[in-house]
């Protein structure tokens, strides 16, 4: 029957395995498909499947860990009682021996390793072709392309917007012209070879580029940009010299009136002047049609006398006003030559007391230095020792801990050893629930001793549980405590050691000199 079983089961298995290959099969099938078209929907789709498959796959190994960790050197003695019991059960019934069970269950873990072989190839086989599609993508070769587009789109308008330019029609008919080119360019992209298309997108758009500029011509109006340029430049030049010209003569001018003193006698024989000047103008040409316009002239220059005898007159005023300014400097002159005479005999005396500040502190110096060359050491030397007796006792405590590191790396490797041997006999353990369903079927007598085998079975995995729970936190503390972490502390701590060495030495040095 367990036999029977078990051939029973590895049909299942085989069936299920064949499924899962059909299946795997398809979807690479699919994904080959799916490389040969441009449907990022789809490649997200997949890319997502795969995650979620590696992910379960990743989900059971972990499990499969934490059960190959368990201990069950608690319930070695049960599972070899049940092995007793189980043959003498198959004695009593006359059913096969326990070898072919083994061999049969030996022959359904061979199958199903080769099928987790397969499934592994060609899961590999899926993320390396999901991974090959994902990086060629050419959606930042479409995005250029478009960038492009929409930066000659925006010229175009622009030259558009000038409708009285023949020069501007002219270039917007030649970015229409390359709009279309690339266009074309854009249809022609191939998803089997992106890298090279994409250069040839980009020497293509630069000689349609150039193409369309060499056909516009801006010689004509560069030169006429020029000519205008250069005679707005002359003449302003020649306005600035007259600008200049002017403002020179009226400061020659300005510069000859400063040495001349007009005084109100001036005045009095210009206006003596100007009336001998009017009667005979009134003599002369009473009836003349300019007397007009000399009278128009005779009153502004009036008004001119009059408003050079104000500025005569209030120069005249504010004279008394600078002679007391200049007083007031003189005296302020006055008071700054006794201030500094006054800070100069000061100074003398600033020097001559810093003079002597200098030799007191000199002389303390030298009384210092005295009383520290006469100090006893043995203070110092007591430190220093108890200091390097610290250092010896860190550097064997560091040695103790790299000690206890190493122990522990070949603990670590001696219980992977362990677990693995556990976990294969867990997994033999395994079968045997169904061994015991099997027994109750073909040997309805010994009921009663199958029901005490399955309690003590029961009992024992419950003890397996308890054990995977204080096994989960052992994991949880242990992951606390990391390796490196511990390494980073042994490193800070040798580099404290180091630099206290240094200090040491430093002040060891100090002392001998001293």
Sequence with gaps: LAVTDGSSSSGEISALSDNMMKALTELNSKVDILAMSDNSELQEEISDSSEKILDTINELH?????????????????????????????????ISPDGEIAAKLDEILQTLDSSDDKISKTLELLHNKVDILASADDS??????????????TQKEAFESDTGDAKSQEIS?????????????????SELDLEKNSRDIKDSVMTAILSAMDQVSFVEETEEIKDFVEEKTNA?????????????????????MDFYSYTLQDVESDFAKLRLTLN??????????????????????????EQLQINLAARNNSAPDLKADFDKLSEDILSLSARTNKILLNSTESQRIMSLSLEDFSRRSTQLENRLNELDNK?????LSLIEGKIDETVSSGKVLQNVMMYLGEWMDGTSETISSIYDKSLKAASVPELLENL????????????????????????IDRLEQKLEKALEMLSDYDENIITAKIDRLDKQLAKLSENIEKLTAYVDEE
């Design 173 to 189: 008919s030649h970015l229409q012209k390359l709009i279309g080119e690339i266009n074309k360019i854009e249809k022609n992209v």
């Design 440 to 463: 109750k079927l073909s040997v309805p007598e010994q009921t009663d001793l199958l029901k005490v085998v399955e309690d003590k079975f029961e009992e024992q995995q419950s003890r």
């Design 379 to 383: 203070q110092i030397d007591s430190r």
């Design 140 to 153: 930042d070769i479409r995005e250029e392309i478009q960038s492009i587009k929409d930066l000659i789109e």
């Design 62 to 94: 972990k499990k499969v860990d934490i059960l190959a960790q368990e201990d069950n050197s608690a319930i070695q003695g049960d599972i070899e009682e049940i092995k007793e019991l189980i043959k003498t059960g198959q004695t009593k019934s006359g």
């Design 280 to 305: 005979e103008i009134s003599a002369s040409a009473s009836s003349s049609n300019e007397f007009g316009v000399i009278s128009a002239n005779i009153n502004r220059m009036a008004k001119t006398l």
């Design 236 to 256: 302003i030049n020649q306005t600035l010299l007259d600008v200049k010209r002017q403002l020179n003569s009226i400061s020659n001018s300005g510069g000859d």
